[in-house]
């Protein structure tokens, strides 16, 4: 079964929720409250989403996070690559070196190609498409 790690998943809802007001500043309490996800997860989500440009900060007392861009401008793809690096579904696909079979393996360059359409379809997916008007 192919899944999206706890922590992507977290990371989309994150974003997701945040989009629904895009250029309001959020705390990581009011966030965790919001989504239900355990605040030191959000804590740690938020930061490396922050590391990586999608989120900005505001500091002082009123401050906290924000998308530093349009919610349609943020891609699933580019929110999974934050939280856990290069989308590959095998180690093939990752890069040279990383597979003992590699050499000898006969549908590399399919598994690359199946990894390319499903790069492209979260690619074409923004977190803006992802929120849920009802939750």
């Keep these: ?23 309001r500043v959020w705390s990581s309490a009011e966030l965790a409250r919001i ?15 922050h590391g990586s440009g999608i ?8 401050g906290g996070y924000r998308l530093a861009r349009e919610p349609s401008s943020i891609s699933v793809a580019e929110i999974i690559e934050s939280v856990e690096g290069p989308i ?3 180690d093939c696909v990752r890069g040279r070196g990383l597979c003992d079979y590699e050499k000898e393996c006969v549908s590399r360059s399919s ?23 009802g939750g």
């Design 88 to 90: 590959a579904l095998t």
């Design 1 to 23: 079964m192919l899944r999206i790690t706890r922590q992507s998943d977290y990371a989309i809802a994150l974003t997701s929720a945040m989009s629904r007001n895009a250029d």
């Design 55 to 62: 989120l900005a900060t505001k500091r002082g007392v009123k």
């Design 35 to 49: 989504t239900g996800l355990p605040y030191p997860m959000v804590a740690k989500i938020l930061k490396i989403l």
């Design 111 to 133: 598994w690359a190609i199946v990894n390319r359409k499903i790069y492209e379809v979260l690619s074409s997916i923004s977190i803006a498409e992802m929120r849920s008007e």
